[in-house]
């Protein structure tokens, strides 16, 4: 058997959370493998909204294995808040969750850290979310980190050590904090961590491969935020592109089947870095408000511009993609010319390749097309698709070199229609 992986190809806030639920019938086993819980995966159905930080989608389907993998970063306090809120709403986790031993702990000290590093950037502020997820991740390259397989062994002096360094930092930083409530929290979510099945996820998900179980790897964030190829240093501080499920699971580079890649019809941003595509007028409001485009988390306006294929076909490239997924058609189904990013301008230069930096000086080269100027969200199959947004589709597809297999034209499971395929 092979896994199939599913990823944001843009600046993430694309849409896997709802993907994930509707393939997840599917598949066995749902594996989560990189990220922490500055992500938050949006779900709506049956009239209940859900916002997933650190727990893999899979989580309301019966029957399927979850499971949080070594390459993620897990705050104690923040899954337990996640989870107990998915148990009052029906969902048995303890029986469908299983967490890798090597996962990391983001401490308190790391969230603490996290601001204190941003506060003394200044003007040269990066955006993070302060969940601590960078100064985790920085732990775990300097050998220095607290694994979730720790809270079995010998924890308080593992915990105590780790707690004095991070404050000899935080003294060296001369930044006012106290963590009494968050340590408080923290140490509650410890306990509440080891009622869960804590599992050695690589030999887990190698077992359950042979044993011809389907297994689909959930990415978070998305491509240009990979610390090695997004937009550095404006990313996050793991490898969200498709190796990095290897990476995150254990699982071999010939184990990679399908390579799902989540778009939206458009592109968005949180925080600070380079954007070429972003809209500042009216048009930008406009899809703002129409996608309802606010953090999951942190309810942060997201920054809103036009389609950017230049992006997309390096978000591609890097990944192996193999199919497409557009999510949020429908936002577009009001305007009466839809532009897409075909070229960049560099310094005089025309060029069609993602580039080393793309800081400054890079203008958007825009192919017009016709909107459709129809409402596409009560649409359940691809033979009620306008004209006009057929051939946005073809004119994607062709740009791409991939065929898009999935449109999505609403938040709810119900409006995501699968395409024909040549082959059926």
């Known amino acids: 058997m092979k896994v199939d992986v599913l990823l944001g190809l843009q600046w993430g806030d694309e849409g896997k959370g709802k993907v994930v639920d509707v393939l997840t019938p599917r598949y ?14 949006t779900l709506e159905f049956e009239g209940q909204k859900y916002v997933l930080r650190s727990i893999p989608s899979g989580i309301f389907q019966g029957n399927k294995v979850n499971i949080i993998g070594n390459g993620v970063v897990l705050d104690p306090a923040l899954f337990k808040a996640e989870a107990e809120a998915l148990e009052a709403s029906g969902h048995p986790l303890k ?79 001369n930044y006012k904090y106290d963590i009494t409530q ?24 190698n077992g359950l491969l042979k044993e011809g179980k389907s297994v689909l790897c959930e990415g978070a964030q998305g491509t240009m935020l990979d610390v090695d190829f997004g937009s550095y240093p404006f990313v996050t501080s793991s490898n969200t592109i498709c190796a990095g499920a290897c990476t995150g699971l254990g699982i071999g580079p010939n184990k990679i089947g399908n390579v799902y890649g989540i ?29 309802h485009e606010y953090g999951a988390v942190t309810g942060r306006e997201r920054r809103c511009g036009w389609i950017d294929l230049v992006a997309l076909k390096y978000s591609i490239m890097v990944n192996g993609v193999t199919q497409l997924i557009m999510m949020k058609s429908d936002v ?36 017009e097309l016709p909107g459709w100027k129809t409402d596409m969200s009560k649409m359940t199959s691809e033979d009620e698709f306008p004209e006009e947004f057929n ?8 740009q791409l070199e991939t065929p ?4 999505s034209v609403g938040p709810d499971r119900d409006q995501t229609i699968e395409r024909y395929t040549e082959e059926e």
């Open 28 to 41: 066995d086993v749902v594996a989560r493998f990189q990220g922490g819980p500055n992500a938050g995966h």
């Open 95 to 173: 029986e469908r969750l299983h967490i890798s031993k090597k996962a990391h702990l983001i401490l308190p000290t790391h969230r603490i850290l996290d601001a204190a590093y941003e506060a003394a950037k200044g003007d040269a502020k990066v955006g993070t979310t302060g969940k601590g997820i960078g100064p985790t991740y920085t732990d775990k390259v300097s050998r220095t980190g607290v694994r979730v397989g720790d809270i079995l062994h010998n924890f308080e002096e593992i915990y105590a050590k780790a707690k004095t360094r991070h404050e000899q930092i935080l003294k060296s930083l």
């Open 182 to 205: 968050l340590e408080k929290e923290w140490l509650e979510g410890v306990e509440y961590l080891r009622q869960f099945h804590l599992v050695d996820s690589e030999h887990e998900i």
């Open 263 to 291: 778009m939206k019809a458009y592109c968005t941003r949180v925080g600070s870095g380079p954007f070429p595509t972003e809209l500042f007028d009216e048009t930008g409001q406009k899809i703002r408000d129409l996608g």
């Open 332 to 367: 577009l189904d009001d305007f009466e010319t839809i532009k897409a990013c075909v070229a960049y301008k560099v310094k005089g230069e025309e060029i069609d390749y993602f580039p080393y930096d793309i800081a400054e000086d890079v203008e958007p080269i825009y192919a």
């Open 391 to 398: 051939a946005y589709v073809s004119f994607l597809e062709e």
């Open 404 to 407: 898009i297999k999935i449109v």
